[in-house]
């Protein structure tokens, strides 16, 4: 668009100064005279073919890459305080308060399920959370807590062991989405979109995947 706006004021200024009937007084042919604005216009629509058909879907694919690799390493803020939350694996976990960087916790109850041996009770004052969304999971630096073990088949038999530091790592598959996501239409490569005839959604979505598609080859052309 910028191009042909370009083309159309220069071309409509050498006409309204009659430049164009003086350059065609010297000889110089019209032929001539539109070649450097082929040339200009074919390279636009040539830059434009290369955004359109690459470099926007890759941006956007890109930018939807980085956007689940944020909300996956703010995987602690989803923990709310002074509540009981069942969604980690084998594990229910309580915290009396967070911080405002979501990076602390205080006031931590762990209480880990053994099945029918036992269970495990930990309390730490604060824990120091760090994310690692690719290995799905949260590290908990403990610190000043007590561990509380006892088993099922003995009653009488009861331990706790304090610590000062303790490091506790722990699954996170309950909030963080495992399923992959499927890239949606602006996000294909065109040749993705004309070798799927059928994608999801039904034949609505196959009637706009055949019209971003006529869209994208369009446009260097507009």
Known sequence: ?????????????????SEIIALTALGIGRRRILLPVGVLAFTGALATMLMTLWLG????????????????????????????????????????????????????????????NGSRVTLAENAIVIAEPKQGKLELHLQGGSTHEFERSDPDRYSVTGFGQ???????????????????????????LGRDNTPVGGKHESRCTGVLRFRQRALPLR
């Open 57 to 116: 879907p890759v941006s956007l694919r890109t930018f939807r890459k980085l956007e689940t690799d944020l909300i996956a390493s703010q995987v602690s803020f989803q923990v709310q305080p002074r509540v009981f939350d069942e969604r980690f694996p084998r594990l229910v976990l309580y915290i009396n308060d967070v911080s405002a960087s979501g990076t602390q916790w205080h006031g931590v109850f762990l209480a880990e399920a053994g099945g029918e």
């Open 166 to 192: 303790s490091d506790w790592p722990i699954e996170v598959t309950g909030l963080v989405p495992t399923r992959v996501r499927q890239l949606s239409n602006p996000e294909r490569p065109l040749r993705e």
């Open 1 to 17: 668009m910028a191009v042909l706006i370009g083309v159309l004021l220069g071309l409509g200024r050498m006409a309204a100064d």
